[in-house]
């Protein structure tokens, strides 16, 4: 077994009674499509000691399913229902607000996205309708109750600007993650943060976070799988998403340098720092 960097030993982790596990996907369990070294032994020591992997992903534009999938084409045997996306914690935060829908007519959720956020409102009895330049008079956008902002790469300034108008009039929006700026090979993209403030900013709307860092992610998991927080650690490479969700939350922290550079506050540093997952795997 390999060691830990500081922190508790990589025995401890096995010894802490932990009945679920929060994995972060990309830089902890794959980085873009090669899986890391140890990640599909270490998904299975977990299943072995009876403690549940979840799937823990602020990726809004894969469905449950796909993710499912995905991982299981890289060797890391995963299922649907054990998958937990920031698009189905968003749609959650807006089923939660507003009222139940009447058998005849489900309320209407403007939002600019993947497939994964339109699957997951749809999951929570919601309508949801595709900001769509060409529709910024349409009918349905006067009747719309809710907005939802997910990774958009082909948006365009009227789809924002419609999305923009419902958030005024309703007063609120929701954002599925609020990362400025997604790394790629050659420097960054517009992340679904830079998405989010420009409708935030056009709109003066309140926004609600449903994606790490922000608590509510956490807490829509551990409701969903029935886990409190001291049964719970979340696995991640991301200091600033998934270190500091755990420590919002109240649950133990596993900090991966396999992925994402990051400084860790000397205040509240994770239980553990490991180069990569392979590090925690069990010597039986």
């Not at 991982?71 to 139940?100: N, Y």
């Not at 922290?253 to 239980?271: F, I, K, N, Y």
């Not at 990569?276 to 069990?282: G, I």
């Amino acid at each position: 077994m390999a060691s830990s960097i500081s922190g508790r030993s990589p025995d401890a982790f096995w010894r802490s009674g932990f009945k679920g596990a929060l994995l972060d996907l990309d830089g902890t369990l794959f980085r873009g499509h090669q899986v890391i070294e140890g990640a599909p032994s270490f998904v299975e020591a977990l299943r072995t000691r009876g403690i549940q992997p979840v799937f823990f992903t602020n990726n809004s534009s894969r469905t449950p399913a796909q993710v499912a999938a995905f991982l299981s084409d890289l060797g890391i045997r995963a299922r649907e229902d054990e998958v937990a996306t920031s698009a189905q914690a968003a749609a959650a935060a807006i089923r939660r607000r507003l009222a139940q829908p009447t058998e005849w007519e489900a309320p209407v959720v403007a939002f600019v996205g993947g497939t994964g956020l339109e699957e997951a409102l749809r999951a929570e009895k919601l309508d949801p309708r595709r900001a769509r330049a060409d529709e910024l008079r349409a009918e349905w956008v006067h009747r719309a109750q809710a907005v939802a902002v997910g990774l958009a790469p082909d948006v365009c300034y009227g789809d924002l600007a419609l999305l923009a108008r419902v958030a005024h009039r309703v007063g609120w929006m929701v954002l599925t993650n609020p990362d400025r700026r997604l790394p790629v090979e050659d420097g960054f993209m517009p992340g679904n943060g830079a998405i989010g403030a420009f409708v935030q900013t056009a709109s003066s709307a309140e926004v609600l976070v449903t994606g790490k860092p922000d608590v509510s992610f956490v807490r829509y998991a551990l409701e969903r799988f029935g886990l409190r927080e001291d049964e719970v650690v979340i696995v991640g490479d991301n200091v600033e998403t998934d270190v500091e969700a755990g420590k919002a939350a109240g649950v133990a922290t596993v900090w991966v340098r396999s992925g994402l550079a990051g400084e860790v506050d000397p205040a509240h540093p994770p239980e553990w720092v490991i180069e990569s997952v392979a590090s925690l795997l069990p010597n039986d």
